[in-house]
């Protein structure tokens, strides 16, 4: 292994950039040559790429976004876009390619691995739905985004007495809506893992919770679940209370990495090149119950999470 070229893939996510760093910096440190490829698979295709240095990846630990940009490749899923990508890494004597993304950028790893192209993934998306690590990177910087934008909301949630029906992240997943419906007291959370009847564990609970003094309620939804704007009209009429959605959106995904973000972007970066540096290929990095471990592609892309019911549960028992 002499040289290697690292990649972000699919939704940016905090805590891309600190990966990219610990990259470059674990692999010349090491003496490898790394190439930066720019915009995803797209710039494997296109040859859009250049060489990094130390200084390339210089005030970037602590940005959200990703200075290589991102992109989803539609391209890259046909038999021509991945030759043209092998030949892009043949081209210039590219061994090995860290792909930081989430499962779909994995995928396109796989792919990369079948034509002798040594691989690595890096889960990196604010959905944490990837099952063989404990977190993804960006999971915990979108959360607490949402926290602190959720606090905001209240504040005039209580002022107007008010209901708030805020729509989370996640297209597949709860796991932002779960855990920041518990940071900020959501009355209910509706995740797209768990069957709910919005009479029951919506209206019913806010009218419970009315009848004991409770003035203004967040209702937090995934947005998996979807239908926030509906779901608002719904409970004004059923409960009387003045509602409002919010959809939160694209926001999430941006702003300054969180510490621990940056530190399992950096440990996971620097794994990643000592696994290309071990002579292995088609792995995803990961820290499992926090220790760094690897699994093979195939592998963790059939393993299922599985949102903890028991958070749940409490979440509903503590929140009214
Ligand atoms: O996968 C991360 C994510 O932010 C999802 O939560 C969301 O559904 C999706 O990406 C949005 O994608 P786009 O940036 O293409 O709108």
Do not use: W
């Not at 797209?42 to 200075?67: A, F, K």
């Amino acid at each position: 292994m002499k040289k290697i070229a690292v990649l972000t893939s699919g939704g940016d996510a905090p805590g891309m950039n600190a990966a990219v760093r610990a990259v470059v910096r674990t692999a010349l440190y090491n003496g490898l040559e790394v190439m930066g490829v720019y915009r995803g698979y797209n710039g494997l295709i296109n040859g859009d790429l250049e060489p990094m240095t130390l200084r390339s990846v210089s005030e970037i630990i602590h940005r959200g976004g990703t200075m290589l940009h991102t992109a989803r490749s539609p391209e890259f899923r046909t038999e021509e876009g991945i030759m043209k990508a092998v030949e892009t890494c043949r081209k210039n004597d590219i061994d090995g390619v860290v792909v930081i993304g989430g499962d779909g950028s994995f995928r396109g790893a796989q792919d990369l691995s079948r034509h002798g192209i040594s691989c690595i993934g890096i889960p990196c998306t604010i959905d944490n739905d990837i099952a063989c690590c404990d977190r993804t990177i960006g999971y915990d910087t979108a959360m607490n985004t949402a926290m602190e934008l959720v606090d905001k909301l209240r504040d005039t949630a209580q002022s107007h007495d008010r209901c708030s029906v805020i729509e989370v992240m996640g297209r597949r997943a709860g796991y932002i809506a779960l855990n920041v419906g518990i940071a900020v007291g959501a009355i209910s959370i509706l995740v797209p893992e768990i069957p709910y009847d919005v009479e029951k564990d919506v209206i019913d609970r806010i009218l419970a919770a009315a009848q004991t003094g409770k003035q203004h309620f967040i209702v937090m939804v995934a947005e998996g679940v979807g239908g926030s704007t509906e779901l608002a009209h719904h409970i004004e009429k059923q409960t009387g209370f003045e509602t409002r959605a919010t959809i939160f959106g694209h926001v999430q995904r941006g702003g300054r990495p969180t510490l621990c973000d940056r530190v399992l972007a950096s440990r996971l970066g620097d794994e990643a090149v000592q696994l290309l540096l071990a002579g292995k290929s088609n792995r995803v990095v990961t820290v499992r119950n926090d220790q760094i471990t690897d699994y093979d592609i195939e592998e963790a892309l059939a393993m299922k999470k599985t949102l903890d019911t028991n958070l749940y549960r409490m979440a509903h028992e503590i929140s009214l």
